[in-house]
């Protein structure tokens, strides 16, 4: 069974950084892309940033240079580093396995949530 535990968000203020993590278990981690996708209040869940088995990246447009995903496959962890944090960035961030490159398959794994506030 697939877990995927995050962990890193907070409350910062905007032009800010937080680092968000993803610990995952269950699956052979280094043969799966692994996302970034996030969910503001009202709005759909969207793609944010994915990364391939072997290390390919993909951005949304309103992420791109200013976010960045890695992924250190020998400690099963997909990171997300957030910098110059806009308001319009607060959501619950989810991290997801087995991902094509902008979205999620149908037997997506997903992750609880963690949530980002970004204040002015």
């Known amino acids: 069974q697939v877990q995927l535990v995050e962990s890193g968000g907070g409350l910062v203020q905007a032009g800010g950084s937080l680092r968000l993590s993803c610990a995952a278990s269950?699956?052979?981690?280094?043969?799966?892309?692994m996302g970034w996708f996030r969910q503001a209040p009202g709005k759909e869940r969207e793609f944010v940033a994915t990364?391939?088995?072997?290390?390919?990246?993909y951005y949304a447009d309103s992420v791109k240079g200013r976010f960045t995903i890695s992924r250190d496959n020998a400690k099963n962890t997909v990171y997300l580093q957030m910098n110059s944090l806009r308001p319009e960035d607060t959501a619950v961030y989810y991290c997801?396995?087995?991902?094509?490159?902008?979205?999620?398959?149908?037997?997506?794994?997903w992750g609880q949530g963690t949530q980002v506030t970004v204040s002015l």
């Open positions: 997801a396995a087995d991902v094509l490159a902008t979205g999620p398959r149908p037997n997506s794994s």
């Open positions: 269950g699956l052979t981690f280094s043969n799966y892309a």
């Open positions: 990364i391939s088995w072997s290390g390919r990246t």
